[in-house]
């Protein structure tokens, strides 16, 4: 971006709550064409959010409907990440609030990700389609060095939900707790749980309590961007539906609900909608502007 360039306009909305208080904020910027990496990435850092969307012209081959299609990027306040969730919420909440709800398609580093819009009583509600996951285990090695830079012990654990890796969009490891004391009570060691991260490309830690059958409460720390916790995690979310399902552990065509953010005092609500003969996860939530 040239010096003598035009500022963009930077949005601030959050994601997973109608209230600019709750859920997760993100920066969003509709119209990023000027901007080089540079430029986003000091943006991103000057917002301070876990992530910020940059939109971008579509690609060729994308397809969608005109003006209703673009590319996006997401920069947390240290790096670029492929993918987004609560980013992406944002971001199609801030573009259905001038072209309407309906239909959106982005173009992500991870894949093509669509989102459906929708508005019910004056608040806004988005639901993206993840790209299809997959699960993969973690060496004893690495499970011990992460309960070890969580402060947990292996009895802190969950026996239902084992230690697995999961992929929708982005990488997450999902750690069970299983009490809510224990979830609640999160001081970690920020550099050994990032050097561990790093070394297995993980972007979050998703760490999750299961309240009944289909209501669990998550949090996730995000020492690779630069963030303690992330508020409120579209990605993981969608990583934890397709994690859940292919270990049995839901039925195969469910919603789940994900309370995120109560413990940090930015209660949030993510809806994770799996079904059946779909290998996709969709992840929806409420938005609404910051400001």
């Known amino acids: 971006m040239t010096t003598d360039a035009p500022q963009p306009e930077v949005l601030r909305y959050t994601a997973f709550s109608s209230a600019p208080a709750g859920g997760n904020p993100a920066g969003v910027v509709l119209d990023a064409t000027a901007l080089d990496d540079a430029a986003m990435l000091a943006i991103a850092a000057?917002?301070?959010?876990?992530?910020?969307?940059?939109?971008?012209?579509?690609?060729?081959?994308?397809?969608?409907?005109?003006?209703?299609?673009?590319?996006?990027?997401?920069?947390?306040?240290?790096?670029?990440?492929?993918?987004?969730?609560?980013?992406?919420?944002?971001?199609?909440?801030?573009?259905?609030?001038?072209?309407?709800p309906g239909e959106l398609l982005f173009a992500t580093r991870a894949g093509t990700v669509p989102v459906e819009v929708t508005e019910e009583d004056g608040v806004l509600r988005a639901t993206l389609t993840s790209v299809e996951p997959h699960i993969e285990g973690i060496a004893d090695a690495d499970l011990a060095e992460a309960l070890t830079a969580l402060d947990w012990q292996a009895a802190d654990l969950d026996p239902a939900f084992p230690p697995r890796i999961a992929y929708a969009g982005a990488r997450h490891l999902v750690l069970a707790a299983a009490t809510r004391a224990r979830l609640a009570d999160l001081a970690y060691d920020f550099?050994?749980?990032?050097?561990?991260?790093?070394?297995?490309?993980?972007?979050?830690?998703?760490?999750?309590?299961?309240?009944?059958?289909?209501?669990?409460?998550?949090?996730?720390?995000?020492?690779?961007?630069?963030?303690?916790?992330?508020?409120?995690?579209?990605?993981?979310?969608?990583?934890?539906?397709?994690?859940?399902?292919?270990?049995?552990?839901?039925p195969e065509d469910t919603v789940l609900t994900l309370r995120q953010g109560e413990d940090l005092g930015r209660p949030g609500e993510l809806t994770v909608t799996l079904r059946a003969g779909d290998p996709r996860v969709r992840v929806g939530g409420e938005g609404a502007r910051i400001g």
């Open 46 to 100: 000057d917002l301070g959010y876990s992530e910020s969307a940059f939109l971008t012209p579509p690609p060729e081959d994308l397809g969608g409907q005109e003006g209703r299609a673009y590319g996006i990027r997401y920069f947390s306040p240290r790096a670029e990440v492929p993918f987004c969730g609560h980013a992406t919420v944002a971001t199609a909440v801030a573009l259905a609030e001038r072209v309407g």
């Open 191 to 250: 550099a050994r749980l990032e050097a561990l991260m790093r070394r297995l490309d993980l972007t979050t830690v998703q760490l999750v309590w299961r309240e009944s059958a289909t209501v669990f409460h998550v949090r996730d720390p995000f020492p690779v961007g630069g963030v303690v916790e992330d508020p409120a995690t579209g990605a993981a979310a969608a990583a934890f539906g397709a994690y859940a399902r292919e270990l049995g552990l839901v």
